[in-house]
């Protein structure tokens, strides 16, 4: 499968974006879909993973409450709705893809979108 992630941007603190991963290639509701971010000078982070009909969610601690993850399996599509923006949010997004329950470990997704940059102002 091959994913596409966009819509990252400049937001200042206390803004929302919304993230999208457009796949290809293989049928997406065979996939469990999760966002990992990546900050400068930082490891790549969990931030939250949806299953494979969106029954089941899971987030980050330091996102809960602000950020949403969807998909609209119609559409080849997951999306990362992020509110109440922190600087600290500021990095690299990307989405992956693992046709197991990979949850939370970055290492148990095959596959990896090219990332884009979130950037929150202070």
């Known amino acids: 499968v091959q994913l596409q992630a966009s819509g990252g941007g400049l937001v200042q603190a206390g803004g929302s974006l919304r993230l999208s991963c457009a796949a290809s290639g293989r049928t997406f509701s065979s996939f469990v879909m999760g966002w990992f971010r990546q900050a400068p000078g930082k490891e790549r982070e969990f931030v939250s993973f949806i299953s494979w009909s969106a029954g089941s969610t899971f987030y980050a601690d330091s996102v809960k409450g602000r950020f949403t993850i969807s998909r609209d399996n119609a559409k080849n599509t997951m999306y990362l709705q992020m509110n109440s923006l922190k600087p600290e949010d500021t990095a690299v997004y990307y989405c992956?893809?693992?046709?197991?329950?990979?949850?939370?470990?970055?290492?148990?997704?095959?596959?990896w979108g090219q990332g884009t940059l979130v950037t929150v102002s202070s």
């Open positions: 992956a893809a693992a046709t197991g329950l990979a949850g939370r470990n970055a290492e148990k997704y095959p596959y």
